[in-house]
């Protein structure tokens, strides 16, 4: 089992930035896996945010963070971020980390474990 913790989350204004991270621990950090970052919004379905390779070489960005957020990763602490910048109130949801190995990057179903989420809230 993998243990994904996700913190950062907070309260923001519109135009203000967070930085997300995913800490994972368990049974092995399994460095080769995708880690991606997804949000859900009251009422809303989970949607896609980014991911990045297990080396940081390739990252996948949904098109309405695009030029917005950075994902990046340090394997070396076991930890991937999500740098979120000119934050909209539209971006408000539970934004959860997830890892996986399977070939699909922008759906859920391409990940083996999730984190319980933390909250981000941006006020206009």
Same mark, same amino acid.
């Given at each position: 089992?993998?243990?994904?913790?996700e913190?950062? %989350?907070?309260?923001? +204004? #519109?135009g /203000?930035?967070? $930085?997300?991270s995913?800490a !994972?621990?368990?049974r092995?950090?399994?460095?080769?896996?995708r880690? %991606?970052?997804?949000? +859900? #919004?009251? /009422?809303?379905? $989970?949607?896609?945010v980014a !991911?990045?390779?297990?080396s940081?070489?390739?990252?996948?960005?949904?098109?309405?963070?695009?030029?917005?957020?950075?994902?990046? $990763?340090?394997?070396?602490?076991n930890t991937v971020?999500?740098?979120?910048?000119?934050?909209?109130?539209?971006?408000?949801?539970v934004?959860?980390?997830?890892?996986g190995?399977?070939p699909?990057?922008?759906?859920g179903a391409?990940?083996?474990?999730?984190?319980?989420?933390?909250?981000?809230?941006?006020?206009s």
């Amino acid at each position: 089992q993998v243990q994904l913790v996700e913190s950062g %989350g907070g309260l923001v +204004q #519109a135009g /203000g930035s967070l $930085r997300l991270s995913c800490a !994972a621990s368990g049974r092995t950090f399994v460095g080769w896996n995708r880690m %991606g970052w997804f949000r +859900q #919004a009251p /009422g809303k379905e $989970r949607e896609f945010v980014a !991911a990045i390779s297990w080396s940081g070489g390739s990252t996948y960005y949904a098109d309405f963070v695009k030029g917005r957020f950075t994902i990046s $990763r340090d394997n070396n602490k076991n930890t991937v971020y999500l740098q979120m910048n000119s934050l909209k109130p539209e971006d408000t949801a539970v934004y959860y980390c997830a890892q996986g190995d399977r070939p699909v990057v922008r759906d859920g179903a391409g990940y083996n474990y999730w984190g319980q989420g933390t909250q981000v809230t941006v006020s206009s």
